[in-house]
Nanobody, 115 residues
Framework: QVQLVESGGGLVQTGGSLRLSCAPS????????LGWARQAPGKQQEVVAS???????DYTNSVKDRFTISRDNAKNTVYLQMNNLKPEDTAVYYC?????????WGQGTQVTVSS
C-alpha cells in the first residue's frame, strides 16, 4: 500500500511561516493532481490549495496571497509554503494526490498558530 507522507508541520507564532512537504512512501506512477486540505476541530475538511498538470493552481479564499502550492514532478512531491500564518490556520493538514491508478491521502501533519 502506497502512503503519502507529510512533513513540516509545527508550532509557529502569528505572522510566521511554515513549509509543508508531501511525498509517496515508494515510487509510483506520476501524480497529475496534487493538493492540500485541512481540518480543524469541530469543522469540516476543506481543500486549501491544489495543483493541476497544466500548471494551474486553486486556493480557497482565506489563504489567497499567503499560501503557495508548488510541485517537483521528478520526485512526485508537493509543497505548501504558508506565510503570514494566522490562528485560524490551525488545523491538521493533509496532502492528496491522484494518478492513473487512483487517489491517495496522507495521514496529516499538525499546524498550530499561536497568538
Amino acid at each position: 500500500q502506497v502512503q503519502l507522507v507529510e512533513s513540516g508541520g509545527g508550532l509557529v507564532q502569528t505572522g510566521g511561516s511554515l513549509r509543508l512537504s508531501c511525498a509517496p512512501s515508494r515510487s509510483i506512477s506520476s501524480f497529475y493532481h496534487l493538493g492540500w486540505a485541512r481540518q480543524a476541530p469541530g469543522k469540516q475538511q476543506e481543500v486549501v490549495a491544489s495543483s493541476h498538470t497544466d500548471g494551474t493552481t486553486d486556493y480557497t479564499n482565506s489563504v489567497k496571497d499567503r499560501f503557495t502550492i508548488s510541485r517537483d514532478n521528478a520526485k512526485n512531491t508537493v509543497y505548501l509554503q504558508m506565510n503570514n500564518l494566522k490562528p485560524e490556520d490551525t488545523a491538521v493538514y493533509y496532502c492528496f494526490a491522484a494518478n492513473v491508478w487512483g487517489d491517495y491521502w496522507g495521514q496529516g501533519t499538525q499546524v498550530t498558530v499561536s497568538s
